[in-house]
């Protein structure tokens, strides 16, 4: 992008220059950067200030040439922001405010796992959970998988459940319904999406179909988790895109369990086929650096079109 003043983007300024298409391909260069040593990742800090918490996500690419970090503040409204910075020459190259590159970037991974894992010709699609980032996976999927035809979606709340349907069929022009469980939500889905922050399994490992591909964006913590270790057990393949960040936490499901080793890293998992029947679990954490990533794609295209508010004139 060229070095001019730094770009100011909100949350609708990112809508109008950066598509999940994209958002997804800034996610494969991260990842290739993961793959060939030539990123940084480190793991998110936060630290408790009562009453309430600051988490950083920093992370940097020398191949896109761009460092930088997310910040936001927990259990407040959900203001964030992200900056990126050129790695040579230490240059502000801009910076994004709202929480809706979060939900973008998270959207990508999934549509990144999707490819890689899943089947190739989904008909029918099972998403339990119906907020933002529930919606973005499925921005995701259509991206990776555009024969998806069919949606049904389960929520807790039957008005919601019903409206979420009504408003991502008219947005999508998909044909979505409103599911009376989540079992009824994922029979005969190729592709699961469970995006909840239920404290408890959300889904039976024997609700799902043979060959299923299931993302899991939810708490995944001992004592409160929206799946069981019944689903990963029944896993052929599990697949993280932060695959050390689980296996540090001494409270993530898995520990001292079989599946924590066979956990493997999106960015060097490339299946050369998918067996008929297998069954895939991706367990979404969110790749620190990857938010750098997808905002450094944003700002460029921001600049080609005009998009934002330049700072410093």
């Known amino acids: 992008m060229s070095r001019g003043p730094p770009i100011l983007l909100t949350g609708e300024d990112l809508a109008h220059c950066l598509p999940m298409s994209a958002a997804i ?11 060939a040593g030539s990123s940084a990742t480190p793991p998110r800090t936060t630290w408790e200030l009562p009453p309430s918490a600051m988490t950083i996500t920093p992370g940097g690419f020398q191949g896109l040439g761009v460092h930088g970090l997310r910040v936001y503040v927990r259990g ?35 549509g990144v796992a999707v490819d890689r894992m899943a089947g190739p010709s989904p008909a029918r699609v099972g998403v339990v959970g119906g907020g933002r980032q529930a919606r973005a996976q499925l921005e995701a999927i259509r991206a990776v998988r555009p024969g998806v035809r069919e949606v049904r979606i389960f929520r807790r709340d ?11 069929a008219r947005e999508t022009g998909l044909d979505v319904r409103a599911a009376g469980s989540a079992s009824e939500a994922v029979a005969d889905a190729s592709i699961v999406v469970l995006a909840t922050d239920s404290d408890r399994p959300v889904l ?14 939810g708490p995944k913590y001992r004592g409160r988790s929206e799946i069981g270790l019944d689903l990963l057990r029944g896993a052929d393949w599990i697949v993280s ?23 493997q890293d999106l960015a060097r998992f490339k299946a050369r086929e998918r067996p008929a029947g297998i069954r895939s679990v991706f367990l979404s954490h969110g790749l620190a650096g990857t938010e750098v990533a997808v905002a450094y794609r944003a700002l460029e295209r921001a600049g080609r079109l005009g998009i934002g508010q330049l700072l410093g004139r």
């Open 25 to 35: 391909g800034a996610v494969e260069e991260a990842l290739a950067e993961r793959a």
């Open 76 to 110: 407040g409204p959900e203001d964030q922001l992200t900056a990126v910075w050129e790695l040579r020459t230490g240059q502000l190259l801009g910076i994004l405010l709202g929480p809706e590159l979060g939900a973008l970037r998270t959207g990508a991974i999934g």
């Open 158 to 168: 039957p008005a919601r459940r019903s409206e979420t349907a009504s408003r991502w």
């Open 204 to 217: 039976d490992a024997d609700a799902l179909p043979a060959g299923a591909h299931v993302n899991t964006l």
């Open 241 to 263: 895109d932060f695959p050390e960040q689980y296996r540090s936490d001494p409270e993530f499901i898995a520990q001292g369990t079989p599946e924590l080793d066979r956990m």
